[in-house]
Each structure stands twice: as C-alpha cells, then as structure tokens.
Nanobody, 128 residues
C-alpha cells in the first residue's frame, strides 16, 4: 500500500517556475515507475512526465520537453517536477502516480488509463 501526497503548487506569472513534490508513505517506492499527470477543468487527463525506478530513464510529453524536469530521491521516497517557463495553458491540477505492474516503462506509463496509486493533486495556476 502506497499513499502519495503532492505539494508545491501555487500561482505564478507566465515565464515563472515552480517545483512540485510528491512524498510517498507506506511501501518503499524504489522499484515503482513514478509519473506526473495534470487535468484542467473541462479537459481530459494529460500525461506530463515519468521516471524509472533508477532515475536513468525519463519520458516527457512533447509540450513539456525542455521546460519540465522530473527527478526522484528514493531515499526520501519523493518524486519532483521542476517546471520552468510556465505558460497560462499549464494551469491545471497536477497529481503524481505510481505504477508497479510488470513491463511498465516511463514511455508506456503515458498511455495508461489507470495507475496503481494516485495522489490527491496540487493546483498550479499561471497568470498572463
């Protein structure tokens, strides 16, 4: 059993930066693939980024490449999302997810309809 709690959201000006954190409790996340998703009001859930359990393999949605960076510290049971050059269209509820099913990679996590565990989300609002 894993519980995920996001933090670090807030309101920023366009072009600004935020760092989101997701702290896990319960079972260690060492061998989970971890990812970030987001959802804006009236829109579908959207994949943001994912990272392998070693941290050596990452995958980003095209609109995030070069602006967002996902990382993890397994000793702290925490995954991060560093967001730079934020745009108003980045406004959404951001939440993290953990996946332990066999064969899941950061790339395939982007295609999942569900994950093993989800956080409650943290709101990011980017003003123009």
């Amino acid at each position: 059993q894993v519980q995920l709690v996001e933090s670090g959201g807030g309101m920023v000006q366009a072009g600004g930066s935020l760092r989101l954190s997701c702290a896990a409790s319960g079972r260690t996340i060492s061998r989970y693939v971890l990812g970030w998703f987001r959802q804006a009001p009236g829109k579908d859930r959207e994949f943001v980024a994912a990272i392998s359990w070693t941290g050596s393999d990452t995958y980003y949605a095209d609109s995030m490449k070069g602006r967002f960076t996902i990382s993890r510290e397994n000793t702290k049971n925490t995954v991060y999302l560093e967001m730079n050059s934020l745009k108003p269209e980045d406004t959404a509820l951001y939440y993290c997810a953990a996946e332990y099913r066999t064969g899941i990679t950061p790339q395939t996590m982007s295609l999942l309809d569900e994950c093993d565990y989800w956080g409650q989300g943290t709101q990011v609002t980017v003003s123009s």
